[in-house]
């Protein structure tokens, strides 16, 4: 039976507003409204889903589980092309500059005609690994990944589902009135009741992902037409959501009223001879960069944009002209996570550089915690080294602060990453968590030797990788090791689209006071950035503090919970 939200569609999607490609994104001239009555049809639909990867890698299949989370970890990282006779291409690209969202499956999925079908179809690539391990074979790109719209995905995973290879994006269904493929960054807070609900109609489901259940939404939606049909499910979603689905005549980016995960819109000069330009949405700007396509908005948190052969629209509800089609009842709550350490430095990430935010940070750092005082004439200085890569920035802001209070530092580099460390196999009899670290990262002695060290990382999640750090930082001959959070304790699951680990594994609850975390870390000291000064960063950066979610710092939720949900992602 079909649901409240259901027979109130049609009152839900009432205009479809039509932009003009110059000056779209300023909101200077619009296009009169159209009105599109919603027809209300009395079936149910039901369609194929595809879960299955399809790849020249089938031997990743056989991959161990992932590592235990230290770090956090964004689920995803989403790219979109509409209007470009290379667009698989250009996904590649785009994929390969959001590799840091996702590492453990990729896909592409592309849209075409097919003439000796009659009807549009849609080919796809995806499987287990890094983006140069799925997409190994050019020919992919000349024979089957044709057509001029694609999307395409990177995804972390999480325990349980990281073998699941039904899990890979991006999701393909196909319906009575055609194809649509959906990519998805977050979790939706409310998977659990809406699979409870489709489960009851006799819904099947071929994946443990909660971005099946938008499928089958928009499949079992009364609304005509697949743009109808996605904004009436996505009406029912609560929770984290930045989409981008390939339908057969468009290409269509959503972002939920909370505006957790970011998506960002941009275009490319027409080619070829087309009339319009190619217009490309992806999670960060730094995709933009890589196939040298024009920045030009972030997609608002709760609107949605329908791009098709004429150009932007924007799905609107009502009379409401700003874009905004799903109602924001808990406000705007970005992530700031993603400045913290998701996003690269170099993005452009809710409407601001990440760089110029963790700057912004380290600088604030260095009055929350400040670096050892070694007078002038009593010793040398002590040295601030950041963690690479994700810390880079905020050390460059502590240093620079730090100096202008009068204590004196010097930023120097005091540990090599290696960057082209890919899955490593450990043997039963080594330490597997100490070897990880050590394959990844080594001190420089020289450097090190006889310093008193400030190390300044990101955060803290689950403090295994800071612990043998500190530990091999000292075996480089530091005199004494400091230790600088460029963010607050984190102490809360996130239920957003943030991979953490179980609260009870959180170093700051599993330890407690900032004492017994030094102790256990193995410093001489310990420092953490308050939520103040995090926030404050942030403001003085780019804008409010109140259009930013810090759960995972507070425990203070936008979006309700789902009572007895203790992962940010169910397992079913």
């Known amino acids: 039976m079909a649901s409240t939200h259901h027979t109130e569609g049609s009152n839900r999607i009432k205009h479809l ?42 031997n990743l299949l056989a991959r161990p589980p992932p590592d235990p989370v230290d770090k956090a970890r964004d689920h995803c990282g989403i790219f979109g092309v509409f209007n470009h006779p290379d667009a698989a291409r250009l996904s590649y690209f785009g994929l390969h500059a959001l590799q840091h969202r996702g590492r453990e499956s990729a896909g592409i999925v592309t849209s075409v ?129 930045s989409l981008v689905i390939l339908t057969d005549d468009a290409l269509i980016a959503a972002r939920d009223p909370n505006g957790f995960r970011p998506l960002a819109l941009g275009t490319l000069p027409a080619t070829d001879g087309r009339e319009h330009p190619a217009w490309v949405v992806a999670s960060e700007s730094c995709a933009f960069d890589i196939i040298g396509a024009e920045y030009v908005r972030d997609i608002e948190p709760g609107e949605i944009l329908v791009i098709d052969r004429e150009g932007v629209q924007r799905v609107a509800e ?157 075996e480089a001959g530091a005199a004494e090791v400091h230790f600088r959070s460029a963010s607050p304790p984190v102490r809360w699951p996130c239920f957003y689209g943030m991979d953490f680990p179980s609260r009870e ?12 975390i030094a102790e256990w870390l193995g410093v001489d000291s310990l420092g953490y950035l308050s939520v103040e000064g995090m926030l404050a960063a942030v403001e003085e950066a780019h804008e409010t503090r109140e259009r930013y979610c810090h759960a995972c710092f507070s425990g203070e939720y936008p979006v309700p919970i789902e009572t007895g949900v203790v992962k940010e992602e169910n397992d079913w």
């Open 17 to 58: 507003i039509r932009i003009p490609q110059v000056d779209a994104w300023r909101g200077i001239s619009v296009l009169p409204r159209n009105s599109q009555a919603s027809v209300l049809i009395p079936r149910r639909r039901r369609f194929r889903s595809s879960g299955t990867p399809t790849s020249n890698t089938g």
């Open 113 to 241: 005609y097919d003439e000796t079908k009659g009807r549009r179809v849609m080919p796809v690539l995806k499987d287990f690994g890094l983006v140069l391990d799925v997409f190994t074979d050019k020919a992919r790109f000349d024979d089957t990944l044709v057509g001029d719209a694609a999307i395409g995905h990177t995804r972390y995973s999480t325990s349980g589902s990281a073998t699941n290879p039904a899990n890979i994006q991006p999701f393909v269904a196909h319906d009575r009135e055609g194809h649509f493929a959906l990519a998805h960054n977050g979790n939706l807070s409310n998977a659990r009741a809406l699979r409870e609900r489709l489960v009851e109609r006799g819904t099947l489901f071929s994946s443990s992902s909660d971005t099946e259940l938008i499928l089958h939404l928009a499949a079992q939606s009364q609304q005509e037409g697949p743009v109808a049909r996605i904004v009436d499910a996505l009406h029912e979603c609560q929770g984290a959501f």
């Open 505 to 516: 594994e959180l170093a700051a609850n599993k330890h407690g006071a900032v004492d017994k």
């Open 318 to 474: 009502g009379g409401d002209f700003n874009g905004v089609c799903m109602p924001r009842p808990h406000g705007v709550s970005q992530c700031v996570f993603e400045y913290v350490y998701f996003s690269r430095p170099d993005s452009k990430v809710f409407g601001t550089t990440v760089d110029k935010v963790r700057r912004k940070m380290g600088k604030r750092l260095a009055h929350d915690a400040p670096v050892p005082f070694v007078a002038k004439g009593e010793g040398k200085r002590p040295i601030v080294m950041s963690v690479p890569d994700s810390s880079n920035t905020a050390a460059i802001g502590y240093v620079s602060e730090s100096n202008k209070m009068g204590n004196r530092c010097k930023l120097d580099i005091g540990l090599i990453r290696n960057h082209y460390v890919g899955r490593t196999f450990i043997s039963p009899g080594q330490s597997s968590r100490e070897q990880r670290v050590r394959t990844k990262f080594n001190p420089v002695a020289g450097v090190l030797k006889d310093r008193i060290v400030v190390m300044v990382d990101d955060s803290i999640v689950r403090g295994t990788t800071a612990q043998a750090l500190v530990k091999m930082v000292r």
